[in-house]
């Protein structure tokens, strides 16, 4: 528990103690006084029954106006989410309408728009390189704003997007060592990754990158929830005047999620990209909320005054 105004409990407590004493010393000159007039009290104890209840009223009083606040451990949806988008150029293909990317970025905005305000959103673009075009805060219009700047370009690598996710997670650079070894960053188990993308890694001899980068998330209890995007039949795409045909590979989409306890949601249609913000839950995090006390010790204190007059009234027919 803590106290916003220390000083005032000292100085209640003083006032408590100081009526306190008065009480125990009036009370025991009453009591000579009767005693020397051969007068019996009756009731013993229970006749400063009243008087005791004020003080203790008094005493709750003086420790409500402290300020006191207890920290209670409340599980909520809370942490980090970093959406990672692919944005190279194919998912510029249209077997989603109208194409891949503005598929994913309507994907994004439903899942942006379903988290609560505890939940700081970031947003990471990649293709061959990553970006952080949003860093990751509460005002969930940064990310929306980034979402909507997306644009088509360059290749595709899935290793990079994970370490550039997990860069805007930490706030400092991650990357994999010259000598192979991945790199400590870390606990970040409230951190979550939604990658968007349609699993095409830029070159075959990229995979052993895109296991060792999943392989740092999954060391930094950072879970990464993959959404595949296109189907499995494909379409063609023009890039620099060439016609490429680019389909959905799920493979590797599937070990990333599987490899850091996260999950692979394939989305075939854009009905199905619609429904992700339901489907990716986010894990729950204890964090202290402060609970006030004031009140509720106000309200003690006014029923132990109310008792402690009433008493004193009954039995003496006086207030003090």
Do not use: C
């Not at 970093?82 to 990317?101: E, T």
């Amino acid at each position: 528990m803590t106290l916003s105004s220390p000083l005032l409990l000292a100085v209640g407590l003083l006032v408590t103690a100081a009526l306190a004493w008065a009480a125990v010393v009036s009370a025991r000159r009453r009591a000579a006084a009767l005693a020397a007039a051969g007068v019996a009290v009756p009731g013993g104890r229970r006749t400063y029954l009243g008087a005791g209840l004020t003080i203790a009223g008094v005493g709750v009083l003086a420790i409500a106006t402290s300020g006191p606040t207890a920290m209670l451990p409340v599980p909520r949806a809370a942490g980090t989410v970093i959406l990672a988008v692919d944005v190279s150029n194919s998912m510029g293909a249209d077997d989603i309408a109208p194409n891949r990317l503005a598929a994913a970025q309507r994907a994004a905005r439903a899942f942006v728009a379903a988290q609560p305000a505890s939940v700081d959103i970031g947003v990471v673009a990649f293709e061959q390189g990553a970006l952080t075009t949003a860093r990751p805060d509460a005002d969930h219009s940064i990310a929306l704003k980034a979402i909507e700047r997306l644009k088509l370009t360059g290749g595709t690598s899935l290793g990079t997007a994970i370490l550039g996710s997990l860069s805007a997670i930490t706030g400092k650079q991650v990357a994999i060592g010259r000598d192979g070894n991945a790199p400590d960053i870390g606990y970040w188990p409230s951190a979550t990754i939604v990658m968007f993308s349609d699993g095409q890694n830029r070159d075959p001899s990229q995979d052993t990158d895109v296991e060792r980068a999943a392989e740092v998330a999954q060391k930094a209890g950072v879970h990464i929830h993959t959404v595949g995007v296109g189907t499995t039949a494909g379409a063609t795409v023009q890039v620099d005047g060439y016609h490429l045909q680019t389909s959905l590979e799920e493979d590797a989409l599937t070990m990333i999620a599987e490899t850091t306890g996260g999950g692979y949601h394939p989305a075939s249609d854009a009905a199905r990209l619609d429904g992700i913000a339901d489907t990716i839950d986010l894990r729950l995090t204890v964090s202290d909320e402060p609970l006030p006390l004031a009140g509720g010790l106000i309200g003690l204190a006014l029923a132990l005054l109310t008792a402690g007059a009433a008493l004193t009234v009954l039995r003496s027919g006086r207030v003090i």
